[in-house]
C-alpha cells in the first residue's frame, strides 16, 4: 500500500503510469507560469500546478495530466486550465487509447477568477470533443483536498470516474456552502458530515463514481488500465435517459435529508454502518436504483 | 512577494544533468528547479511570500554551497513560507537527484 493521497502530483503521475514513460509537456524549466500571480505579489508555480504529457500505461499510449493541490488548492488559473485544453487538443490530434487525469482542484482559482472560469468552460468542452471522437477519457480523484467546483463539473463529463474511499468530490465545497447558509444548513468543521457529504462511499452509493478503490497507488493504476477500454456514449439518447435517473433520485431526496437517509432511501441495508465499510466492504452495497447511472453497473 | 538574488563563487561543476525540479510550493513548502549554468559558481535566485528574510536565506544558501561545493548551477525558488530547516533539505535534495542518487 502506498497513499495515493500523501503523494504530490508528480509522485502519483510516476506511479500510475508504466515507469519512466512520462514525457512532459512543457515542463518547469520552461517556465510558462501564471502571469496574474506575479501582480498579485504571489509566488507562482514553474508548472502553474498541473504536469502534463504522453505515457504508457500497460504499453498503450495514454495522455496525462496531474494537478498539484498543494499548490493554490489545486485552483484553476489561466495557464494551467490552457495546459488542460492544450493536452485534450493535442488528444484529437494524435488519438491515444485515454486521456487520463489525476484530479486534485478546489476549481477555478479565485486570483485570476475571469480566466479560470473560461479556462475551465474550455477544457469541459474540450474533454467533451475528445470522448466523442472515441478516446477514453478517465478522471482519478485520489488526492486530499478532493475534486471541487469548475473540475467538479469536467470530472462528471468524462467517461470514467475513478475514487478513493477517502476522496471527495462535489460541486461547491463544505466551506463555500456555510458561507452561503450557515453552519445551520452545513457545517463545515463536521468532518464526518462532510464526507458522508462528498467522499467517494457516498458518490459510490449514489451512481456518481464508476470505480471505488482504496488510497493506494498501485489500486489506482489498475483502475486506470481496467478503463481504457471503458467508454460510455455520449448520445442525446444516453443523455436522456441519464437525466431521468438523475430525476429519479432527486425525487427520493426532495427534503434534502442526510446522506443517511438518503442511502437508506436507495436501498442501502444499515446505512449507519457505512462510514467504518472499508472499499472491498461497501462495494456490493451499490443500490440497484443507481447503478445504471454508473458504468458497468446496470 | 520578495524577490532574492544569491551569488556564490567556487566549487566544481557536477556530471551533464537535465534540468530537474523538486518541492512544490505550498504552504510551508518550496520547489527548487536546478539547471545547468556555464557560470563558475552557483547562482540562486529566491521569490519568498515572507517578506523581510533576507539575512536567513543568505545564511541557509551559504550553508549549502559551502556544505556541497558545487558550481555550474543555476537555482531558482519559490518558497510559500518554508522554514530554514526544510528549505536545506530540499536543496539537498535537488542535488541528490541531478547526482542520481534515490533519497
Known amino acids: 500500500?502506498?497513499?495515493?493521497?500523501?503523494?504530490?502530483?508528480?509522485?502519483?503521475?510516476?506511479?500510475?503510469?508504466?515507469?519512466?514513460?512520462?514525457?512532459?509537456?512543457?515542463?518547469?524549466?520552461?517556465?510558462?507560469?501564471?502571469?496574474?500571480?506575479?501582480?498579485?505579489?504571489?509566488?507562482?508555480?514553474?508548472?502553474?500546478?498541473?504536469?502534463?504529457?504522453?505515457?504508457?500505461?500497460?504499453?498503450?499510449?495514454?495522455?496525462?495530466?496531474?494537478?498539484?493541490?498543494?499548490?493554490?488548492?489545486?485552483g484553476v488559473g489561466e495557464v494551467h486550465g490552457a495546459k488542460l485544453v492544450g493536452l485534450l487538443r493535442r488528444a484529437l490530434r494524435d488519438r491515444p487509447d485515454a486521456v487520463l487525469v489525476l484530479?486534485?482542484?478546489?476549481g477555478v482559482r479565485l486570483h485570476e477568477a475571469n480566466a479560470g472560469?473560461?479556462?475551465?468552460?474550455?477544457?469541459?468542452?474540450?474533454?467533451?470533443?475528445?470522448?466523442?471522437?472515441?478516446?477514453?477519457?478517465?478522471?482519478?480523484?485520489?488526492?486530499?483536498?478532493?475534486?471541487?467546483?469548475?473540475?467538479?463539473?469536467?470530472?462528471?463529463?468524462?467517461?470514467?470516474?475513478?475514487?478513493?474511499?477517502?476522496?471527495?468530490?462535489?460541486m461547491s465545497g463544505p466551506e463555500v456552502i456555510e458561507s452561503a447558509h450557515g453552519a445551520g444548513e452545513f457545517d463545515s468543521r463536521d468532518r464526518a458530515l462532510v464526507w458522508r457529504?462528498?467522499?467517494?462511499?457516498?458518490?459510490?452509493?449514489?451512481?456518481?463514481?464508476?470505480?471505488?478503490?482504496?488510497?493506494?497507488?498501485?489500486?489506482?493504476?489498475?483502475?486506470?488500465?481496467?478503463?481504457?477500454?471503458?467508454?460510455?456514449?455520449?448520445t442525446l439518447e444516453a443523455l436522456q435517459q441519464e437525466s431521468a435517473l438523475l430525476q429519479a433520485r432527486a425525487d427520493l431526496d426532495d427534503d434534502n435529508a442526510d446522506a443517511f437517509v438518503l442511502w437508506s432511501r436507495l436501498g442501502v441495508p444499515d446505512a449507519r454502518a457505512v462510514p467504518d465499510l472499508d472499499a472491498d466492504a461497501l462495494r456490493p452495497l451499490r443500490p440497484a436504483a443507481v447503478a445504471a447511472l454508473a458504468r458497468g453497473g446496470a | 512577494m520578495e524577490t532574492l538574488h544569491f551569488a556564490f563563487d567556487g566549487g566544481t561543476a557536477p556530471a551533464p544533468f537535465a534540468p530537474t525540479l523538486v518541492g512544490v510550493v505550498a504552504s510551508g513548502n518550496l520547489e527548487v528547479l536546478v539547471e545547468p549554468s556555464p557560470d563558475t559558481g552557483c547562482r540562486i535566485d529566491v521569490d519568498t511570500s515572507a517578506r523581510g528574510?533576507?539575512?536567513?536565506?543568505?545564511?541557509?544558501?551559504?550553508?549549502?554551497h559551502e556544505?556541497?561545493?558545487?558550481?555550474?548551477?543555476?537555482?531558482?525558488?519559490?518558497?510559500?513560507?518554508?522554514?530554514?530547516?526544510?528549505?536545506?533539505?530540499?536543496?539537498?535534495?535537488?542535488?541528490?537527484?541531478?547526482?542520481g542518487v534515490t533519497p
Do not use: Y
Open chain 2, 53 to 64: 528574510f533576507g539575512a536567513v536565506w543568505e545564511a541557509v544558501l551559504r550553508d549549502f
Open chain 1, 1 to 74: 500500500m502506498h497513499s495515493f493521497a500523501e503523494m504530490s502530483a508528480r509522485e502519483r503521475l510516476a506511479a500510475l503510469v508504466d515507469a519512466g514513460s512520462f514525457h512532459e509537456w512543457l515542463p518547469p524549466s520552461e517556465r510558462v507560469t501564471s502571469p496574474h500571480l506575479a501582480q498579485l505579489g504571489v509566488p507562482a508555480a514553474f508548472d502553474d500546478g498541473v504536469a502534463i504529457g504522453r505515457a504508457t500505461l500497460a504499453g498503450r499510449a495514454v495522455f496525462v495530466a496531474a494537478q498539484e493541490g498543494g499548490f493554490m488548492g489545486g
Open chain 1, 103 to 106: 484530479a486534485e482542484s478546489g
Open chain 1, 117 to 170: 472560469l473560461i479556462a475551465v468552460s474550455e477544457v469541459m468542452r474540450a474533454l467533451l470533443d475528445v470522448r466523442a471522437a472515441g478516446i477514453a477519457t478517465v478522471m482519478l480523484i485520489g488526492g486530499a483536498n478532493g475534486c471541487f467546483g469548475g473540475m467538479g463539473i469536467v470530472a462528471r463529463c468524462a467517461d470514467t470516474v475513478v475514487m478513493s474511499d477517502i476522496a471527495r468530490h462535489a
Open chain 1, 197 to 234: 457529504t462528498t467522499g467517494g462511499k457516498h458518490r459510490w452509493l449514489c451512481g456518481d463514481c464508476d470505480v471505488l478503490v482504496d488510497d493506494d497507488a498501485a489500486a489506482f493504476r489498475d483502475a486506470a488500465i481496467a478503463a481504457l477500454d471503458a467508454q460510455r456514449p455520449l
Open chain 2, 67 to 99: 556544505r556541497h561545493g558545487i558550481a555550474g548551477l543555476s537555482i531558482a525558488i519559490h518558497d510559500m513560507g518554508a522554514t530554514p530547516a526544510v528549505v536545506s533539505l530540499r536543496l539537498d535534495q535537488v542535488i541528490a537527484a541531478i547526482q
